[in-house]
């Protein structure tokens, strides 16, 4: 049985949807998982798209163990300097330069004839080499490359010194079976392939990411880049979680296994779900909410019977508990630190009490406290800035108390309590077109700041008529988006907590 390599790409390509950038902290919280995770690389970043993103990669590459650290670069000298710059404490340093290979790249974004295309991606290979003996190559934009062009490049790079050829659905256009039959082409006609390791990176825009991936590895493929959640450009990318999964319960089908620790794999979702702000659909396969629910009769007397009817994986086997661990105000703080580390947070001696206190309060207005409940509490702390996060967001501005009249038909007459240091400040105002909107202006006025409300969501943490509300914002300020995140059982608390959090990220 092959073992197949996990690239996680979840701070590079995954960081690049809209709305899920990390800072630095909330990077190196998730590098730290995903090393626990037993993924094989971890992609940080492109060191040279930015000061904020050689940082990145260097304190990945700095504080990451047991694990390979690696660095986008294109096939040009100064990026694959920074790359190397970057990862230079790395224990275990990777570049991995790309250059387009399609027709459509190669005459209309790159101007190169296809005997210019192979000697690029040549030079930027054996240039990185002289930096870092892993090397990747990717031709970006593969599944749209003649294939005999494909052939004679992927030759030319491992020649070059690439330990790695990456073969990109970039655009998500491949089928499965063209996928296979692409990597199956590249096997049996380059002639060095054994001196390297193929990977594919697919994108799902047509919902095929998984599919594709694992055709490749029936096909040949050694390695697949992927992402936690799926997130990625556009569509996003291959599911982490869905394809280790995918080989573990059907190795009978794809006689491969991964280093992967799965019963991690619902802690890192969930990790990182609240660092990018960017929610699990419930009925996400492997680790949404309803991957193991069931509430047909006929269903649920299956399980009863025998889980296997219903159910192909166990849900301890991703890290989910079989049943929800109902707590309350008599519950103390081992129990509450204990269901926390099983949600996937590891509550330290400083931020214990602090969730401890606030789960008490959340006891007093509510019945029954479920997983759910507890997991945004810790993110809500998470947020305001008592856990480990930049201290620009540890001393900006709070929540104190508001009044608010509404009545339809009329403008909403509102009274706003906020903190920031040991000074509250009072906005009184009558205005908005409601009273979220009411909250906002009040908001804008009192900390000085032309901002703007790019996107708001509001729903419901657990069920029942005491449930809490979660609201996420995105201000847009000077160009920039920077989202703030609220949960409380009054849903306008959770709003003006929402709205603040993201002043405090500014």
Known sequence: MRTIKIFDTTLRDGE???GASMNLSEKLKVATALAELGVDIIEAGFAIASPGDFESVRAVADATK????????????KDIEAAADALKNAEQPRIHVFLASSPIHREHKLRMTPERNIEAAVEGVQ??????????????????????????????????????????DTVGYSTPSEMHERIRSLVERVPNIDRAVISVHNHNDLGMAVATSLAAVQAGA????????????????????????ALKTRNDVYHATTKIITQKLVPTSRLVSTVTGLKVPRNKAIV????????????QDGMLKHPTTYEIMSPADVGFQKTDLVLGKHSGRAALADRAKTLG?????????????????????????????????IEQMIHEGHADVPPKTMTGWSFVSYDLHCQTGKEPALTLKIRHGDKEYTKEISGGDGPIDAIFLA????VGK?????????????????AQGETTVLLNYNGETFRGHGVSTDTIEASTIAILNAVNRI
């Open 66 to 77: 047991g694990c390979s650290v690696c660095s986008l670069a294109r096939c040009v000298e």
């Open 450 to 466: 032309n901002i703007s409300i790019k996107e708001f969501t509001a729903q419901s943490v657990t069920v029942g008529e005491d």
């Open 16 to 18: 690049q949807s809209p």
């Open 345 to 377: 947070h590891e509550l330290d001696t400083e931020l214990l009490p602090k969730v401890f206190e606030e789960f008490k309060k959340l006891a007093d207005r509510k019945k029954n406290i479920y997983d759910e409940d507890i997991l945004a509490l």
């Open 222 to 245: 050694g390695q697949v880049e992927c992402t936690i959640n799926g997130l990625g450009e556009r569509a996003g990318n291959c599911s982490l979680e869905e394809v280790v999964m």
């Open 288 to 299: 949404g909410q309803n991957a193991f629910a069931h509430e047909s009769g006929i269903h």
């Open 443 to 446: 908001i804008r006025e009192l």
């Open 127 to 168: 240039f990185a080499r002289k930096f870092c003996p892993d090397v990747e190559f990717s031709a970006e934009d593969a599944t749209r490359t003649e294939i005999d062009h494909l052939c004679r490049l992927v030759e030319a790079v491992i020649n070059a010194g690439a330990t790695t050829v990456n073969i990109p």
